[in-house]
């Protein structure tokens, strides 16, 4: 395909204002942007010279608005490659699902940060697989704010939340970090959740989702007509948090301009608004998230020290899902039974190839990517579980011996699925049972029995009903 095939979007959009920034961030990105006003046009398009050369379409829901899945469908009948991406105010489950089914290729819920925006554009456009697709609704989904029900037993990421527990009761400054996707905002949540401030306000901030020019008015505030088209008073989250948390999510990103300002307000307790002769009195408890070490930005001299040990009174490492797939297996049944409560979704089981397969995988993209990556699969299944079939792409990837790899037994155990998503009879899966068990116990048949919830005298009848040797017993 030529570069100009793969560099021409066109949006869907009757917004001025937006139109004009999705195409400035475009042309960032390298894209030309062709914006049409409606459906009508957009279809008409397609047909063109240059409608042939297109290599995605974004499109705002608020210009079909009910029929805006009738929309992708059409869209996709004429160029069924063309990646389409939807934009919406809405963050219903069931409007996603629809979307996806139509033919969306990602669906973004408003107001959407331009990296994210860009990200969504540049994973739909590529082969690799997606780290962020569908953030805005997996997020929305709802997650335990208890650190006892957080899945997965791998000893750092259990010593994390031990110390996130033990931090969250107290009221110093916490830095969590972590690769994107690890699960910081669900870990400085339930620090939230559970310390004395947890009715008081809680705001997060993305550093890198806000302008550079706009921080230091988002932080601390300005007064009225401090700088041009400062036309209201506007108090910063600084103050609105006084008595409450504030989340610093990106620290990494803020330019050294801002660490001076915000060092001086943590070291004086006091913030002053832009354009402001007075200072105002906060008490704020702050959590920091960094995508990165921040000590390497120290070292750097990229990072002020002084606001790293501040900020770091508690200092919690969470690590990446390449490096914890022993609790892949426990995720992915956690993350599916919450997808199957999702309208327009059922519940859906797995099966062992397939955990064999997202075990394989290193997951760039982390928690957050195998959650998106289930939701898609989900969406698409027709069987009652998901098999390696239903991760086509992780198959790519991944290359086809992949699929032959040996379900990994760790969290498995027995296997509920054949490979192509039916239920096993209940008689082999309660013989797996009884050898598991008879395994685990070391052939210690009245323990075996115990465990089961059943007499011995009935273990040893299921034995020889089953054709299951007892060599094991003792």
Request: net charge negative.
């Amino acid at each position: 395909m030529a570069e100009n095939e793969q560099r021409l979007l066109m949006l869907i959009d009757d917004e001025p204002a937006q139109s004009r920034l999705i195409s400035a961030l475009a042309s960032r990105e390298g894209w030309r942007t062709l914006v049409v006003r409606d459906s009508e046009t957009a279809i008409a398009t397609l047909g063109t010279r240059e409608g042939m050369q297109l290599g995605a379409i974004i499109l705002d829901q608020w210009v079909p608005g009910d029929d805006a899945c009738s929309l992708i469908a059409e869209l996709k009948s004429r160029r069924p490659a063309l990646p389409i991406l939807m934009l919406t105010t809405s963050a219903s489950p069931l409007l996603a699902v629809e979307a996806m089914r139509a033919g969306a290729t990602d669906y973004l819920v408003k107001p959407v940060a331009p990296d994210r925006l860009m990200q969504a554009l540049r994973s739909a456009t590529t082969r690799e697989a997606p780290k962020d697709e569908l953030q805005p609704l997996t997020e929305k989904m709802s997650a335990s704010l208890d650190f006892e029900g957080m899945i997965g037993n791998n000893p750092h990421f259990r010593a994390g939340l031990a110390k996130a527990a033990k931090a969250a009761r107290g009221h110093g400054s916490v830095l969590i970090e972590g690769e994107s996707g690890t699960g910081k905002e669900t870990v400085l949540r339930a620090m939230h959740a559970a310390s004395p401030r947890a009715k008081l306000p809680f705001r997060i901030i993305s550093i890198a989702g806000v302008p550079a020019n706009s921080l230091e008015s988002v932080l601390f505030g300005h007064e009225k007509g401090a700088f041009p088209g400062a036309f209201d008073r506007q108090i910063g989250a600084l103050q609105h948090c006084d008595g409450g948390t504030l989340v610093l999510d990106e620290i990494d990103r803020m330019l050294p301009e801002m660490q001076d300002r915000l060092a001086e307000a943590i070291a004086t307790a006091q913030v002053r608004p832009i354009g402001a002769r007075h200072r105002f009195r906060v008490d704020v408890r702050l959590i920091a998230a960094s995508n990165g070490r921040l000590e390497d930005l120290v070292s750097a001299g990229a990072f002020r020290a002084d606001l790293f040990k501040a900020l770091s009174t508690t200092r919690i490492t969470l690590p990446p899902l390449r490096e914890r797939t022993g609790d892949i297996s426990g995720l992915t049944r956690y993350f599916l039974h919450h997808i199957g409560e999702q309208p327009g979704l059922r519940q859906l089981g797995i099966t062992d190839g397939a955990l064999a397969l997202l075990s394989a995988y290193d997951w760039p993209g982390n928690v957050r990517q195998l959650q998106a990556v289930l939701f898609r699969a989900a969406v698409f299944c027709d069987g009652d579980a998901l098999t390696a079939a239903d991760f086509p792409q992780l198959c790519e990837l991944l290359g086809q011996d992949q699929q032959m790899l040996t379900p990994m037994q760790e969290g498995v155990g027995v296997m509920l699925y054949t490979e192509d998503g039916n239920l096993r009879p209940l008689e082999e899966i309660e013989a797996d049972v009884i050898r598991l068990a008879i395994g685990h116990y070391r052939g210690r048949m009245t323990e075996v029995a115990r465990r089961l919830g059943i007499g011995r005298s009935t273990l040893y009848r299921k034995l020889g009903d089953l054709g299951i040797e007892d060599s094991t017993a003792a």
